[in-house]
């Protein structure tokens, strides 16, 4: 899982890393957020499990979770400190994609959306069938670590890599 998700071609790691903007830079501007995927890896780090800076500049964790979602004390608490972060940066929009095939994806996004007003966010979080496409086309800077996701985006800033250094993290390097 290591190399898969964290070691890409040269050229696809360059690109990926040329689009990654700086918190102060996501002011004012839309933030779209690929939901499960942000969140599960901040739970993650939550969890003692590694996360890795990985080649491209953005950080990933190696569950690789795919359809079934413990949604726990964790997960709710991972969800928050993202909401959280992004309230920090102070984006004009945030809009937050789940995937519809994951159980109770139509319920997680109305506590977000519940979070996200509670936290003064103007913005929405939806499902999707096609969480992928809908994050793509989307206008806005894209928080993900899908790297299918990140080659398409034109600006990418690291949400769950941001979160997990506000509350005192450090992901693993892979440098030599």
Known sequence: MLLYRCLHPDVEADAVRSKIVSPAQVRSETLVIDGYNVVLTVRAWMLGE?????????????????????????????LEEVVVSAALLEPSHVTVFYDRQVSRSGELAASTRRLLKEKGLGGTAATSDRNDTSIIRAAGIVSSSDIVILTQAAKIFDLAGYTIARLGGQPLRLDP
């Open 50 to 78: 590694e996360v890795y800076l990985c080649d491209d500049g953005v950080v990933r964790d190696l569950s690789g979770v795919h359809g079934k979602v413990r949604y726990d004390e964790v997960f709710q608490r991972a």
